[in-house]
Protein backbone atom coordinates (compact mmCIF):
# COMPACT_ATOMS: atom_id res chain seq x y z
CA UNK A 1 0.00 0.00 0.00
CA UNK A 2 1.39 3.30 -0.60
CA UNK A 3 2.08 5.74 1.86
CA UNK A 4 -0.46 8.30 0.76
CA UNK A 5 -3.26 5.49 1.58
CA UNK A 6 -1.90 5.29 4.98
CA UNK A 7 -2.65 8.68 6.11
CA UNK A 8 -3.64 9.31 9.49
CA UNK A 9 -7.54 10.98 9.53
CA UNK A 10 -8.44 12.84 12.63
CA UNK A 11 -11.87 14.39 11.83
CA UNK A 12 -10.67 17.04 8.39
CA UNK A 13 -7.15 16.93 9.63
CA UNK A 14 -4.78 14.72 7.87
CA UNK A 15 -1.14 13.64 9.24
CA UNK A 16 1.16 11.70 7.66
CA UNK A 17 1.25 7.83 7.62
CA UNK A 18 3.15 6.31 10.81
CA UNK A 19 6.18 4.94 8.17
CA UNK A 20 6.82 8.72 6.82
CA UNK A 21 6.87 10.24 10.07
CA UNK A 22 9.37 7.45 10.91
CA UNK A 23 11.38 8.27 7.93
CA UNK A 24 11.48 11.80 9.17
CA UNK A 25 12.26 11.32 12.64
CA UNK A 26 15.13 8.96 11.81
CA UNK A 27 16.50 11.05 8.63
CA UNK A 28 16.49 14.04 11.00
CA UNK A 29 18.47 11.89 13.62
CA UNK A 30 20.84 11.03 11.03
CA UNK A 31 21.25 14.59 10.08
CA UNK A 32 21.55 15.48 13.25
CA UNK A 33 24.66 13.12 13.80
CA UNK A 34 26.77 14.40 10.96
CA UNK A 35 26.05 18.17 11.68
CA UNK A 36 28.15 16.85 14.83
CA UNK A 37 31.73 17.74 13.63
CA UNK A 38 30.66 21.22 13.09
CA UNK A 39 28.68 21.64 16.11
CA UNK A 40 31.61 20.91 18.36
CA UNK A 41 34.46 21.62 16.46
CA UNK A 42 37.73 21.38 17.88
CA UNK A 43 35.94 18.80 20.66
CA UNK A 44 34.74 15.29 20.54
CA UNK A 45 31.68 15.02 22.05
CA UNK A 46 30.68 12.88 24.48
CA UNK A 47 27.68 9.70 24.21
CA UNK A 48 26.07 12.00 26.46
CA UNK A 49 26.22 15.63 24.96
CA UNK A 50 26.24 14.09 21.22
CA UNK A 51 22.64 12.25 21.92
CA UNK A 52 20.45 15.32 22.72
CA UNK A 53 21.24 17.51 19.36
CA UNK A 54 20.90 14.34 17.49
CA UNK A 55 17.43 13.49 18.76
CA UNK A 56 16.68 17.91 18.27
CA UNK A 57 16.73 17.15 14.97
CA UNK A 58 14.92 13.94 14.77
CA UNK A 59 12.12 16.15 16.70
CA UNK A 60 13.03 19.58 14.10
CA UNK A 61 12.23 17.47 10.41
CA UNK A 62 9.49 15.09 12.13
CA UNK A 63 7.24 18.28 13.25
CA UNK A 64 8.62 20.17 10.07
CA UNK A 65 6.55 17.44 8.04
CA UNK A 66 3.28 17.11 10.53
CA UNK A 67 2.78 21.30 9.81
CA UNK A 68 3.77 20.80 6.32
CA UNK A 69 0.59 18.47 6.00
CA UNK A 70 -1.29 20.44 8.19
CA UNK A 71 -0.95 23.60 6.28
CA UNK A 72 -1.15 22.16 2.68
CA UNK A 73 -4.86 22.65 2.16
CA UNK A 74 -4.09 26.54 2.52
CA UNK A 75 -2.19 26.36 -0.30
CA UNK A 76 0.25 29.19 1.16
CA UNK A 77 3.37 29.87 -1.03
CA UNK A 78 5.28 27.27 -0.54
CA UNK A 79 8.38 29.09 1.03
CA UNK A 80 6.12 30.73 3.85
CA UNK A 81 4.56 26.98 4.35
CA UNK A 82 8.36 25.83 4.46
CA UNK A 83 9.04 28.43 7.00
CA UNK A 84 6.14 27.65 8.99
CA UNK A 85 7.28 23.76 9.38
CA UNK A 86 11.00 25.23 10.34
CA UNK A 87 9.59 27.54 12.58
CA UNK A 88 7.20 24.78 14.59
CA UNK A 89 10.21 22.24 14.61
CA UNK A 90 12.41 24.37 16.46
CA UNK A 91 9.75 25.31 18.67
CA UNK A 92 9.10 21.83 19.24
CA UNK A 93 12.61 20.69 19.54
CA UNK A 94 13.70 23.49 22.34
CA UNK A 95 10.65 22.71 24.33
CA UNK A 96 10.88 18.60 24.28
CA UNK A 97 14.46 19.17 25.06
CA UNK A 98 13.77 21.39 28.19
CA UNK A 99 11.16 19.11 29.76
CA UNK A 100 13.10 15.92 29.24
CA UNK A 101 16.52 17.60 30.50
CA UNK A 102 15.72 19.58 33.04
CA UNK A 103 11.95 19.30 33.64
CA UNK A 104 10.73 22.67 32.69
CA UNK A 105 9.66 24.77 30.57
CA UNK A 106 12.04 27.01 28.43
CA UNK A 107 12.72 30.08 28.84
CA UNK A 108 11.29 32.42 26.31
CA UNK A 109 14.50 33.79 24.68
CA UNK A 110 15.98 30.29 23.78
CA UNK A 111 12.18 29.48 22.53
CA UNK A 112 11.93 32.35 20.51
CA UNK A 113 15.48 32.36 18.57
CA UNK A 114 15.05 28.84 17.86
CA UNK A 115 11.81 29.67 15.94
CA UNK A 116 12.66 32.69 14.37
CA UNK A 117 15.98 31.24 13.61
CA UNK A 118 14.60 27.84 11.51
CA UNK A 119 11.65 29.96 10.20
CA UNK A 120 14.21 31.97 8.33
CA UNK A 121 16.51 28.52 7.78
CA UNK A 122 13.50 26.74 6.28
CA UNK A 123 11.99 29.18 4.32
CA UNK A 124 15.17 30.24 3.05
CA UNK A 125 15.94 26.75 1.97
CA UNK A 126 11.97 26.11 0.47
CA UNK A 127 12.26 29.63 -1.70
CA UNK A 128 16.25 28.26 -3.18
CA UNK A 129 15.37 24.68 -3.77
CA UNK A 130 12.09 25.39 -5.54
CA UNK A 131 13.13 28.30 -7.47
CA UNK A 132 16.81 26.94 -8.71
CA UNK A 133 16.19 23.71 -8.54
CA UNK A 134 14.26 21.56 -11.23
CA UNK A 135 14.47 18.38 -8.76
CA UNK A 136 14.13 17.70 -5.07
CA UNK A 137 15.60 17.62 -3.48
CA UNK A 138 18.15 19.63 -5.45
CA UNK A 139 20.57 17.35 -7.01
CA UNK A 140 23.96 17.11 -7.11
CA UNK A 141 24.60 16.93 -3.36
CA UNK A 142 27.17 19.89 -3.04
CA UNK A 143 24.12 21.80 -4.50
CA UNK A 144 21.81 20.84 -1.72
CA UNK A 145 24.32 21.89 0.32
CA UNK A 146 25.11 25.26 -0.66
CA UNK A 147 21.21 25.75 -0.44
CA UNK A 148 20.63 24.64 3.02
CA UNK A 149 24.36 26.79 3.92
CA UNK A 150 22.76 29.87 2.35
CA UNK A 151 19.65 29.18 4.41
CA UNK A 152 21.68 28.60 7.56
CA UNK A 153 23.69 31.53 6.78
CA UNK A 154 21.00 33.67 6.53
CA UNK A 155 18.77 32.52 9.70
CA UNK A 156 22.01 32.33 11.92
CA UNK A 157 22.95 36.23 10.66
CA UNK A 158 19.25 37.57 11.27
CA UNK A 159 19.40 35.73 15.28
CA UNK A 160 22.77 36.71 15.99
CA UNK A 161 21.98 40.69 14.72
CA UNK A 162 18.86 40.92 16.65
CA UNK A 163 20.46 39.60 19.71
CA UNK A 164 23.23 42.04 19.88
CA UNK A 165 26.18 40.42 17.80
CA UNK A 166 28.44 42.24 15.76
CA UNK A 167 31.35 42.09 13.76
CA UNK A 168 33.53 38.98 14.06
CA UNK A 169 31.24 37.75 16.84
CA UNK A 170 28.41 37.61 14.10
CA UNK A 171 30.00 37.12 10.73
CA UNK A 172 33.31 35.14 11.84
CA UNK A 173 31.25 32.70 14.21
CA UNK A 174 27.58 32.59 14.05
CA UNK A 175 27.15 33.04 10.36
CA UNK A 176 29.81 30.30 9.04
CA UNK A 177 29.01 27.93 12.15
CA UNK A 178 25.30 28.15 11.16
CA UNK A 179 26.13 27.53 7.30
CA UNK A 180 28.17 24.86 7.83
CA UNK A 181 25.64 23.12 10.82
CA UNK A 182 22.03 23.89 9.03
CA UNK A 183 23.49 23.11 5.24
CA UNK A 184 24.91 19.68 6.33
CA UNK A 185 21.86 19.07 8.54
CA UNK A 186 19.23 19.99 5.56
CA UNK A 187 21.44 18.39 2.80
CA UNK A 188 22.05 15.00 4.86
CA UNK A 189 18.22 15.02 5.68
CA UNK A 190 16.93 15.74 2.72
CA UNK A 191 18.58 13.12 0.08
CA UNK A 192 18.46 10.48 2.78
CA UNK A 193 14.77 11.04 3.43
CA UNK A 194 14.36 11.22 -0.32
CA UNK A 195 15.84 7.62 -0.77
CA UNK A 196 14.47 5.94 2.28
CA UNK A 197 10.50 7.12 1.07
CA UNK A 198 11.24 5.80 -2.90
CA UNK A 199 12.70 3.05 -1.18
CA UNK A 200 9.71 2.62 1.27
CA UNK A 201 7.24 3.12 -1.92
CA UNK A 202 8.88 0.78 -3.82
CA UNK A 203 8.09 -2.04 -1.82
CA UNK A 204 4.99 -0.99 -1.30
Not at 2 to 13: P, Y
Not at 93 to 102: D, K
Amino acid sequence: MALSREQIHLGSLELPSPTRQLCFFSTGCLAGFASLPMAFLPKVPSVSAATPPVLRAGIRFWTFDQIRHILAPFQLPVWFTGGLGGAAGGFNEVLMHSLVQSRRLPAATALGAQTLRLFFCFGTYTFLSTTFSETLPPKPFWKCWLMGATAGATGSAVVAALEGHRGKALWGHAVPRGAATIGTVIAVHVTTCAKLLDTVDAGD
